[in-house]
Each structure stands twice: as structure tokens, then as C-alpha cells.
């Protein structure tokens, strides 16, 4: 199961809030008067490079910086097994695709799903896993011949992920993860940060509509301070 977002919040955070605490880019960004009024997103600053990293597609195909360059995409990341936020996002992204598909502006996203658990998410597996969803989701997963390039992926981003070593011996196993969603603008580098709705009692969700709203009022702030 995914842990709560009050308990384990983001590596990624901690390096927003740096970013704003320090010199030039806290100076320039506090002292913007148009900042974007985001609902449960975290504008960067100054967007963050990737790592060079190096993935396999759900169709067993290289995925690397390179693929991520001249679109938007959105990433989320979990496991197949997961019983219950995983699917809930993807469903949820999914709407918010299809959304997004009828609108003039703004429309093209890809979505990409990242799995921390490559012992049982085979591409062949992701395959059949994304295909589960209305939206155009690439699934993504380590490359069993490059592993430290995926650990490049995954600290580049900030994941949380936790697998106790003598349940997943056993192959049977949950992964214990964090729930973000990252925006990465079309030079492969992050934008934005997604957090999902904290409910009382229950498990961190997502809203389509507020990941939409948010999403566009990005989009156009950004499109504003390029003219």
C-alpha cells in the first residue's frame, strides 16, 4: 500500500522549499505579483534537469532523456499489484487525459506510469497493466541490464519507495511508496510537483478536476512569461 502523504512526504518538496530559500531564485520568485494560484500543485521556480537515465518501455523499448524531449508529460509511479491508489490514479489521469483532448489549448500530455517493483513488473506485464486504462499511459520500468540507471530515474525525482527484503524473498510483497505526481516540461526537465487531496481517514486521492485545473493554470502562466 502507498504510504500517507503526511508521513512521508517527497524528497522533491524538500528541494522546492531550498530552492525558494535561497538567493536569487527565492528573490525573483517571492517577488513575482502574478504567481500562478495553485490548488494542490508546487510550481518550481526553476525547472530541474534529469539525470541521464536509462528505462525500458512497456513495449520492451529503450526509454531515455532523449524521449521525454518536445512534450509535456506526467508521471506517475506505484506497482501493478498495488490493490488500491495506483489504479485510482491512473483512472483519474486517465479522465483528466480524455479531458484535456477536447480542449484548443494545452492538450497534449503524456502520461507515463513508473514501477518500483521491476522483480514483478516485467514490460510484458506493464503492457497489459496500462492497457487496463482509457488514456494513452507508457508504462515504464527498469532495465534488468542497467540498474543503476533507474536508480538515476528514481533520486533525480526524489521517489520514496520501501520493500521489506524478507517479504519480497518470498515474492509475495507490498511496496511501500510515496504519492506525487511530476510534471516535466518538454526540455526533460521538472516543472511541477502534483500532490494528491488529503482526506481524513482515508487514502491520499487525486481529483481530476483540480489536477486539470492546476495543470493549465501552469501551462498558461508559463505560456504568459514566455511573450
Not at 50 to 61: I, K, N, P
Not at 104 to 125: G, I
Not at 153 to 182: K, N, R
Amino acid at each position: 500500500m502507498a504510504s500517507n502523504w503526511s508521513i512521508r512526504h517527497s524528497i522533491v518538496i524538500a528541494m522546492l522549499l531550498s530552492l525558494l530559500s535561497g538567493g536569487y531564485l527565492s528573490w525573483q520568485w517571492l517577488t513575482m505579483s502574478d504567481k500562478p494560484v495553485l490548488r494542490y500543485a508546487s510550481l518550481l521556480p526553476a525547472p530541474l534537469p534529469l539525470a541521464s537515465f536509462s528505462l525500458l518501455d512497456h513495449q520492451q523499448q529503450p526509454f531515455d532523456n532523449r524521449r521525454l524531449y518536445g512534450r509535456w508529460h506526467l508521471i506517475s509511479y506505484g506497482y501493478t499489484s498495488c490493490p488500491d491508489i495506483c489504479p485510482l490514479t491512473l483512472a483519474k489521469l486517465s479522465h483528466m487525459q480524455l479531458q484535456l483532448a477536447g480542449l484548443s489549448q494545452f492538450n497534449q500530455l503524456q502520461l507515463l506510469f513508473y514501477s518500483v517493483d521491476p522483480q514483478r513488473d516485467s514490460p510484458a506485464v506493464l503492457a497489459e497493466y496500462v492497457d487496463f486504462f482509457a488514456g494513452d499511459i507508457i508504462g515504464l520500468v527498469a532495465n534488468p541490464a542497467q540498474p543503476r540507471m533507474a536508480r538515476e530515474f528514481e533520486q533525480s525525482l526524489g521517489l520514496q519507495v520501501q520493500i521489506d527484503p524478507a517479504l519480497q524473498a518470498t515474492g509475495e510483497y507490498p511496496v511501500d511508496h510515496g504519492v506525487l505526481l511530476y510534471l516535466l516540461n518538454p526540455q526533460a526537465e521538472l516543472q511541477a510537483v502534483f500532490k494528491p487531496v488529503r482526506q481524513y481517514n482515508a487514502l491520499p486521492e487525486f481529483d481530476a478536476e483540480l489536477l486539470l485545473q492546476d495543470y493549465l493554470t501552469i501551462r498558461r502562466f508559463l505560456a504568459q512569461q514566455t511573450n
